[in-house]
């Protein structure tokens, strides 16, 4: 009976996961377009979480902070009904950065 719930959503699981594979090689190659652009099919396709976020920050850094910071500052006003995901992706920032601020253009 468990094993029936877990199908419903296996063809976005399997999605899911062969986009992943996509960005990891992107990634283990340097590749940080390709990378932006399978972050991008999977935010259409699945939506914002935690994992995208984390790994669109990732790459948003190496590509510049202003980059960076924009993508960010954008969630963390986000929607007001989110708050919880503002909070978290604030949190995120400033572990990845304790002294997180915006660089002087």
């Given at each position: 009976m468990?094993?029936?719930?877990h ?46 976020i ?7 850094r ?33 572990r990845a950065?304790p ?6 253009t």
């Open positions: 468990a094993g029936r719930g199908s419903k959503f296996a063809p976005e699981v399997r999605e899911f996961l062969k986009l992943e594979r996509e960005f990891n090689a992107a990634y283990v190659q340097g590749d940080l377009d390709a990378c932006g652009e399978v972050l991008n099919r999977l935010e259409e396709r699945h939506g914002l979480s935690l994992w995208l984390s790994r669109k920050s990732t790459i948003l190496k590509l510049g902070a202003t980059q960076y910071y924009d993508y960010t500052d954008v969630l963390i006003a986000g929607d007001p009904n989110v708050s919880l995901m503002s909070w978290l992706v604030y949190m995120m920032r400033h950065d002294m997180s601020h915006r660089p002087r």
